[in-house]
């Protein structure tokens, strides 16, 4: 096991599992920023596992999941302004 993937599987751990669990409870702003921190951990797992085990061609999936998740946010803030 290289130190990239005991970075991913660490980071896994401690920052997916309570994102999660603060976008599954709460206010409608505090599952917004489980979601936000989700989405910022799944993008550096997968940034750490493309370095250790993809070719450089694959950051493409990363980097197209940031502006996703982006677009999703302002998606999501409209839709909570409106409340």
Do not use: H, K
Request: aromatic share 6%; proline share 5%; glycine share 10%.
């Amino acid at each position: 096991m290289t130190w990239l993937l005991l970075a991913a599987l660490l980071l896994l751990a401690g920052g997916l599992g309570p994102a999660l669990w603060l976008s599954a409870r709460g206010r409608p702003a505090e599952r917004l920023a489980g979601l936000q921190q989700a989405s910022a951990v799944t993008v550096l797992v997968l940034l750490l596992l493309t370095q250790a085990y993809g070719p450089s061609s694959a950051v493409v999936l990363p980097l197209v999941l940031v502006v996703l998740a982006f677009s999703g946010t302002l998606v999501f803030i409209r839709l909570l302004g409106a409340r």
